[in-house]
């Protein structure tokens, strides 16, 4: 039983100590971006979805639903680092709702102002997340301009 407390108790400060490591590191928005991410994980049956890994080895998935040119639903799931996390969350929440030409041109920069920065070593994080969106608009441009063809 005191076993079990002690474990508990080193466990928690553990976990303190983590916590406190991250936030000498990362932007509150970040670790809230992080820490609860917003859209993880796939949409069924997507209008388009791509798929992207970055220079660290690590890959970022994004499907997306497109309704008359705009973004009505975006997803992105990640096998990659806490940063790599908070930079998918902040951009689907970022393109949701955009045209799908507008949200192509939110750059690396726009998307490291809106999480309030990221660290040197992580700034690829960021890189990875925007190269995936953009993928996935020129595919869908792409199709779109097929299916036109075909008309
Ligand atoms: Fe690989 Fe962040 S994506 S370290």
Same mark, same amino acid.
């Given at each position: ?28 928005? !970040?670790? *809230? ?9 796939? &949409? ?6 791509? +798929?992207?890994?970055? @220079? ?5 998935? &994004? ?6 040119? *705009? ?13 790599? @996390? ?8 970022? @393109?949701?709702? $955009? ?10 920069? $726009? ?9 040197? +070593? ?7 997340? !925007? ?13 779109? $301009?097929?299916?036109?063809?075909? *008309?």
């Amino acid at each position: 039983m005191n076993e079990d407390k002690d474990f508990e108790e080193i466990a928690k400060t553990i976990q303190r100590m983590i916590d406190r490591e991250e936030e000498a590191i990362y932007s509150r928005v !970040v670790i *809230r971006e992080y820490r609860n991410p917003s859209n993880l994980g796939f &949409i069924e049956d997507p209008d388009v979805s791509s +798929e992207v890994t970055g @220079i660290c080895g690590d890959t970022m998935k &994004i499907s997306l639903r497109i309704k008359n040119n *705009r973004i009505i639903d975006a997803c992105f799931w990640t096998d990659g680092c806490g940063a790599t @996390i908070a930079s998918g969350s902040m951009l689907t929440k970022m @393109i949701k709702g $955009k045209n799908i030409e507008k949200a192509a041109d939110i750059s690396d920069r $726009k998307l490291l102002d809106a999480l309030g920065g990221l660290p040197e +070593e992580h700034r690829h994080c960021a890189t990875l997340a !925007v190269a995936t969106l953009q993928k996935a608009v020129k595919q869908y441009l792409e199709k779109k $301009k097929n299916l036109g063809k075909k *008309r």
